[in-house]
């Protein structure tokens, strides 16, 4: 069994910056892609950043220049800082990995709980 726990998420002023992190536990032999999503009410889940497993990323175009993904691969540990935060920021931020893990080494994509994040103006 393979768990995700976001952490970081809270209230912030426009401006301001916050640190998601997001820690894979469990039963893992190797953790490929990871990324943080987003959801607002009533909205779908969109992608906010990706990384691969040799660091290579990519943005959603609404966060270039103000977010950075990251991860240490040796504590299977992403993080996502979020500088310039916006109004329209304001989401719960789920954490995704695609991970290979347990008795039988199976690929499976994992997501986290979703820390909320609120961003006041």
């Known amino acids: 069994q393979v768990q995700l726990v976001e952490s970081g998420g809270g209230l912030v002023q426009a401006g301001g910056s916050l640190r998601l992190s997001c820690a894979a536990s469990?039963?893992?032999?190797?953790?490929?892609?990871m990324g943080w999503y987003r959801q607002a009410p009533g909205k779908q889940r969109d992608l906010v950043a990706g990384?691969?497993?040799?660091?290579?990323?990519n943005y959603a175009d609404s966060v270039k220049g103000r977010f950075t993904i990251s991860r240490d691969n040796a504590k299977n540990t992403m993080y996502l800082q979020m500088n310039s935060l916006k109004p329209e920021d304001t989401a719960v931020y789920y954490c995704n990995a695609y991970v290979t893990g347990g008795i039988g080494r199976i690929r499976y994509r994992y997501w986290g709980q979703g820390t909320q994040v609120t961003v006041s103006s």
């Open positions: 990384i691969t497993s040799g660091g290579v990323t």
């Open positions: 469990g039963s893992i032999f190797s953790i490929d892609d």
